[in-house]
């Protein structure tokens, strides 16, 4: 299999005008009845069984909802009034996991069975969910967008976890189907109209080139990591003929290129936002259009950044993306871009001087440089953690595919909690595919992985946001070699207030209080991901609950072998701890599906729910 993409023939995507997505042979429909061609009958309640399932499991998980047994594994949910029952089957596993079986789930009122139907779910329960008068109808509409994607992944030609597994680094990404394993609504994207689904979403797997405008030097900052000067990066990124046919754009306008910084954009922000918002700093003359670049590139699952699949050695470009997803506006800080090559340079340092790091040939791929358009008068009209200050900026990202050695490939760990058309999951064809041992093969991706984290917890008191999406894996031979970590200077934390940080660095220092320090893996890694691989292993047959819970504490154990002097640190934040919190995604976006958590403030943001059993403290 090659290292490189076989998605980058695809034409890119045209815009008319009106910035409508125009039909060109991509597959991306525009405006036409086959646009929702995917919402048929069939889809729409396969959907909406899937979604039901999954909000009975993370609901129940959560403590919001308190199913009550009926014997022989079937449990029942009552709606806020007591006469709507849902039945349904479960396995029950460790981190009090409800594995509910989508094809068990029946709906009954009155003595009548009733479709299954997500949107009602939510609505008579929307007392035990909490959901205000306010935030229900922005969450059913987040709920609708959830299962639209739905029915569009099942329209697509089923592939296999076999093949699936087997695939370039692109295929897999596009290829994942059930987006963050905690939320609920974790895939609203509300902003896009259908076309733009088609045209942006990354399970449409469409190309597309990215809009490029120049910005006003006043008005704009380009910072960048070290040994990068701006117009030799811009030019090793755009090309020689792209730059200097921007620069003859500016000239017939009668401007110079000196004055202006690119600024690579969303086509969706340009047509749908800056436009409009922005209508001021295009009229005059700080903000000019100057057309699409020629690399195409394909949107990763996080939405707002690119894959170029044109040359797969040149960088992500991560942009600003005025969409509510799962909690947020996915925009960008112009002023976070200013410190963000420096925040990557001095992690990479860190990593590169650290003997563990290196032995477990742990990386990141670091955000080499940013640029960042300040609106003035939306600043003065607003805090620093407004929408409005983050709708005009973007990073680059090195790519992970020139550090690959031959036979390797690379896949999104997100993969690992795909589970086919069929049942079968993509971890489960690795460890097929790699002839070890299933416990052998899950103790070399937790070496890859958890022992990492363990360190930069131990050793510096830093944590990561290690979901399944931050991370990329080395397979060679259906074996995790090692980990790739991104996503860095948005989502680091350093969390010891007397640690040396560089002025430029010290964005990245929190408080947290003491108790709360080891949910970044408690919860992070624990509840929000081998919860649910633990599971998945579990119920395909491929490696019981126990072994995995045990191989894990073995790694644990493993790693603080090995530095006896952080000895104090390891009895001090005890992660065979008997209990630890649980902290609860889902209760953040019911109670504001805007902004779940306070920037300024992250920690009293938290939702607990009582306490959920370590499932490796027996095995200390």
């Not at 306010?134 to 093949?163: D, H, M, N, R, W």
């Not at 905690?182 to 597309?208: Q, T």
């Not at 792209?242 to 969706?268: I, K, S």
């Not at 903000?287 to 044109?310: C, H, K, M, P, W």
């Amino acid at each position: 299999m090659s290292n490189t993409n076989s998605t980058s023939s695809t034409s890119a995507l045209a815009h008319d005008t009106h910035g409508t997505v125009a039909p060109d042979g991509t597959g991306a429909p525009g405006r036409t009845a086959d646009a929702v061609a995917h919402l048929t009958p069939e889809r729409w309640a396969h959907a909406n069984r899937l979604l039901v399932r999954k909000g009975l499991a993370e609901f129940a998980h959560e403590r919001l909802l308190d199913p009550q047994p009926l014997g022989e594994g079937r449990y029942r949910v009552l709606s806020d009034d007591g006469a709507t029952e849902y039945r349904f089957t479960a396995g029950r596993f460790a981190l009090d996991h409800w594995q509910v079986y989508a094809d068990s789930i029946s709906r009954h009122r009155d003595g009548r069975e009733l479709p299954v139907d997500a949107l009602e779910f939510v609505i008579e329960l929307r007392g035990a969910l909490g959901l205000s008068d306010e935030i229900l109808p922005v969450y059913l509409e987040e709920i609708s967008s959830t299962l639209s994607g739905t029915a569009y992944k099942s329209a697509k030609p089923q592939v296999t976890a076999a093949e699936l597994a087997r695939a370039d680094f692109q295929a897999v990404e596009t290829g994942m189907t059930e987006g963050h394993p905690c939320f609920v609504a974790n895939n609203g994207r509300l902003g896009f109209g259908v076309d733009e689904y088609h045209a942006y979403a990354p399970e449409a797997a469409s190309p597309l080139r990215l809009v490029w405008l120049a910005a006003h030097r006043d008005r704009t900052a380009f910072t960048a990591g070290a040994d990068i000067e701006y117009d030799t990066f811009v030019r090793a990124e755009l090309g020689d003929a792209a730059v200097d046919g921007f620069a003859r754009t500016l000239a017939e306008r009668g401007l110079d290129m000196a004055d202006y910084l690119l600024v690579p954009v969303h086509p969706w922000q340009w047509w749908n936002k800056l436009t409009v918002t922005f209508a001021a700093e295009i009229a005059q003359q700080r903000l000019v259009y100057l057309g699409e670049g020629d690399d195409r590139y394909l949107a990763q699952q996080s939405i707002r950044t690119f894959f170029n699949t044109s040359d797969p050695a040149k960088h992500y470009v991560k942009t600003a993306l005025s969409v509510l997803n799962m909690g947020f506006m996915r925009g960008l800080s112009a002023a976070y871009m200013q410190a963000t090559p420096a925040i990557n340079d001095w992690l990479a340092r860190l990593i590169d001087h650290d003997d563990v790091l290196r032995a477990a040939r742990f990386s990141i791929i670091r955000e080499r440089a940013a640029v960042g358009y300040r609106h003035l008068e939306y600043e003065a009209a607003t805090d620093r953690y407004s929408p409005y200050r983050k709708m005009l900026a973007a990073l680059w990202r090195e790519s992970p595919v020139p550090t690959l050695e031959p036979g390797q490939r690379l896949a999104t760990m997100a993969s690992l909690l795909h589970v086919d058309h069929e049942g079968a999951s993509f971890a489960g064809a690795l460890i097929a595919e790699s002839g070890l041992a299933p416990d052998r093969w899950l103790r070399r991706y937790l070496d890859a992985y958890l022992l990492p984290i363990l360190h930069t917890f131990y050793a510096y008191d830093l944590a990561w946001m290690p979901h399944g999406e931050n991370v990329i894996l080395v397979i060679e031979d259906g074996t995790v070699r090692r980990a790739i970590f991104k996503d860095i200077a948005e989502e680091i934390v350093v969390m010891d207030p007397d640690a040396v940080l560089p002025p430029d660095v010290e964005r990245i220092r929190v408080e947290v209080p003491e108790d709360e320090k080891l949910l970044s893996v408690f919860t992070d890694v624990f509840d929000c991901f081998f919860r649910f691989l633990g599971a998945t292993l579990d119920s395909e047959g491929v490696l019981d609950e126990e072994t995995f819970w045990r191989t894990v504490a073995e790694c644990v154990t493993g790693y603080q072998e090995s530095v006896p002097e952080l000895a104090e640190k390891f009895k001090r934040y005890d992660l065979f701890a008997e209990e630890f919190a649980l902290s609860c995604l889902n209760r953040l976006q019911l109670r504001n599906n805007r902004q779940m958590v306070d920037l300024a403030d992250p920690s009293g943001a938290l939702q607990f729910a009582g306490t959920l059993v370590n499932p490796i403290a027996r095995f200390a």
